[in-house]
């Protein structure tokens, strides 16, 4: 048996949902998922007995079949894999680089233009500081664990037709402009770079895409924010945030993954 420690911010909801599902399809797994806002998780601090202790409130915390719990601290040792979901890292990372910068094989115009080799220093540096690769490293170090990281979605296709919301900027001048295929490219190339430092990404399964650089609408419908049993729809201008749904294809991918060893 496989026991598994899944950590993440509101993206683990998805997951959460559809475990209680899933589990009895996977005796294999022993799964405990515990969820925090990103800015309380890389304020977590570590013991000496290998705890990641959290300095803010209490991880929520989710096992198959029992009621959601609080705690202050999650025993690493008691595990043999951690999978992190979400927490800043995904494919935004490229396209908040997107934002400010620009390279030569990229169509749309940027406010600063840099050399490819330059653009994607930039991401790895939004990519390393963001609070899925702190508490990654952490955990490594502290408890000597595999460590995998389930990415962010892609927005969802609604989210295209939204000129009004803000965080979608980015990708919709990437569509505009015909660039969604470069960065998803440079994206996938930094990606290649965790895996070389032994942090392999659980990729986006292609089924849940509609194109390159969206999620298919289905999968984000009626998803919820993370808050135990008194969960909370997301406004209906949420397009990054997913459903049970997509939580069961990624359990398939992640059970996958881990049992084998692979990303």
């Excluded at 609080?70 to 997107?98: H, K, M, N, Q, W």
Aim: charged share 25%.
């Amino acid at each position: 048996m496989t026991k598994l420690c899944m950590i993440g911010n509101s993206h683990v909801a998805a997951m959460r949902l559809a475990w209680d599902k899933v589990a009895p399809q996977h005796p294999e797994i022993d799964a405990v998922i515990y969820g925090a806002h990103a800015k309380n998780l890389v304020t977590a601090s570590v013991a000496a007995d290998s705890s990641l202790r959290c300095e803010g409130p209490p991880f929520w915390t989710f096992k198959a079949g029992d009621a959601p719990n609080r705690a202050r601290e999650i025993a690493l040792r008691d595990f043999d894999v951690a999978v992190i979901v979400g927490c800043d890292f995904g494919p935004s990372c490229v396209f908040r680089t997107y934002r400010r910068y620009h390279f030569s094989g990229l169509k749309g115009r940027r406010r600063q233009s840099l050399t490819r080799d330059m653009f994607l220093r930039a991401m790895m540096q939004i990519i390393n500081e963001s609070a899925a690769m702190v508490l990654a490293r952490m955990i490594r170090e502290s408890a000597g664990l595999p460590v995998y990281l389930v990415p962010t979605p892609l927005p969802a296709e609604n989210g295209y037709l939204d000129r009004e919301k803000a965080n979608m900027e980015p990708y919709q001048a990437a569509l505009d402009a015909g660039d969604g295929d470069a960065l998803m490219s440079l994206y996938k190339e930094g990606c290649d770079r965790l895996a070389n430092r032994g942090f392999n990404v659980i990729a986006q399964h292609e089924s849940t895409q509609a194109s390159p650089i969206s999620s298919l609408q289905s999968y984000s419908d009626n998803s919820v924010r993370l808050r135990a049993d008194d969960d909370m729809p997301h406004p209906e201008n949420d397009y990054f945030h997913m459903n049970e749904d997509y939580g069961a294809i990624m359990w398939g991918r992640v059970i996958e993954t881990v049992t084998s060893g692979r990303a």
